[in-house]
């Protein structure tokens, strides 16, 4: 494996404190790439480039629901942008549309859709001048049909796959590309406690065939994968990294 595919580039991670975010973010600066580490946690974002002091990390604390979050990563780059990850996200609290109260759907929408829409709206001028620009987003394998993990959290979801659908037809004459990886069950510590008997009995079933938890470095490499020139003909793809999920 080439291990020095992002030298000279820049890239912010967002959620770059824990999970999938900070196994992205440390994979893609051990590739060589300067990477703005962006996440609402002081405490995570010292403890990352404490454990990686060698690490060009640069943190940024930042709650990217705010407009002013937004601006302040950016600025961290210095003018030079070329891997947008997006990976800050919430879950809701497995209810179904008939149980969810309108600040839990505002919540998990302003955290997993609205964050994306304006890093990504902000960084498209960036990425246009870098000239081979990669956004990957995180999505879920709820992105991918109806799911028992909650109304807002799967609706966001789905709305995640559609804005990177878009971005990646509306932007790949501007040489950026975007894509999104759509994980099952991660080792991250957002997920709620997943027990089986909140899932119908047949899906249950199934699941024990397939791998339950993956680690969010299996699910780094396949975002480090999009980002890179590895992938320079893929563009506007949802990419399960679900160990079978999405099969069930």
Known sequence: MDTHRFTGRTAVVTGAGSGIGRATALRLAGEGAAVVVADRSARRLEALVADEPRLPLFPVLADLTEQDAVSR??????GRLDVLVNTAGTMD???????VDDATWDR?????????MRLTRAAIPLLRA????AI??????????GSAAGAAYTASQHAVAGLTKSTALMHAADGIRTNAVAPGATDTG???PMDSDLLPGRMAGLLRNVPYTATAEQV?????????????????????SDGGWSAV
């Open 73 to 78: 990563v950016l600025a961290a780059t210095e």
């Open 190 to 192: 957002i997920e709620a």
């Open 93 to 99: 609290r497995f209810e179904s549309v008939a149980e």
């Open 136 to 145: 990957v987003n995180v999505a879920s394998e709820a992105s991918l049909r």
């Open 220 to 240: 780094a490499a396949v975002i480090v994968f999009l980002a890179s020139d590895d992938a320079s003909n893929v563009n506007g793809v949802i990419l399960p």
């Open 108 to 116: 998990v929408f302003a955290v997993n859709v609205g964050s994306v």
């Open 130 to 133: 870098s000239g081979r620009g």
